[in-house]
């Protein structure tokens, strides 16, 4: 287990997971539009079915290729400065998705001990805290404008959760997490995104 902010840290610099995601992503990609001078390209489903191609006017059909590297608390517990170090590495190094979460449970949901705050004003979930929100916009924008796309994780699955392993604070139901859906979708639709559905729990009861 993590203990602090710092071996974070150096975790996310020294050498966390490396992957190729094959299976489990909603593709929801659009150009980034805030934060760079060029957009990234549209990303889509090739005709094959089996690898994800760009599509703009200027780089059209070409196989994009995933390198990620999953910092699944970079939204959570870096200052911007500590957020900034790591991207910039992760672009020297030829990556070309970070991978993360926007929330996750309980006291993973504090943005830093500079920021303050929490994802959801008292808990709420139909109340996002626009300071923990401008950090995850700040990082986004940051990973866009090195020429990375940030494949996220809207929530992990513990905030559904209310019994069993892996059980959170049940931050979420049915209804919330539609309208929390739609919340950060409109927010990120002109970001280079791509939405990961997942979050590693069991679904043991109906309303999970």
């Not at 710092?6 to 929801?28: D, K, N, P, Q």
């Not at 934060?35 to 990234?40: M, R, V």
């Not at 959170?168 to 990961?196: C, H, L, M, N, P």
């Amino acid at each position: 287990m993590i203990q602090s902010r710092s071996s974070l840290f150096s975790m996310l610099l020294l050498g966390s997971a490396t992957w190729i995601v094959s299976g489990m992503i909603w593709l929801c990609m659009g150009n980034m539009t805030c934060c760079s001078s060029e957009p990234l390209a549209r990303l889509r489903v090739a005709e094959s079915g089996r690898v994800l191609v760009t599509r703009n006017n200027q780089n059209n059909n070409q196989p994009f290729f995933w390198l990620a590297d999953t910092g699944w608390l970079l939204f959570h517990w870096l200052e911007l400065a500590e957020v900034d170090r790591y991207l910039e590495d992760r672009a020297a190094k030829g990556f070309t998705v970070i991978q993360t979460m926007i929330v996750g449970t309980d006291d993973e949901f504090k943005v830093s001990d500079s920021v303050g705050g929490m994802a959801f004003e008292e808990g709420d979930p139909g109340v996002p805290t626009e300071a923990y929100f401008q950090q995850v916009d700040a990082i986004i924008a940051k990973a866009n404008s090195l020429g990375m796309r940030v494949a996220d994780e809207p929530t992990w699955g513990n905030p559904m959760r209310k019994t069993g392993p892996n059980k959170g604070s049940k931050v979420f139901d049915a209804e919330s997490i539609r309208k929390y859906g739609e919340f950060v979708g409109r927010r990120y639709r002109d970001a280079a995104v791509v939405w990961i559905v997942g979050g590693d729990c069991l679904v043991e009861a109906g309303d999970e």
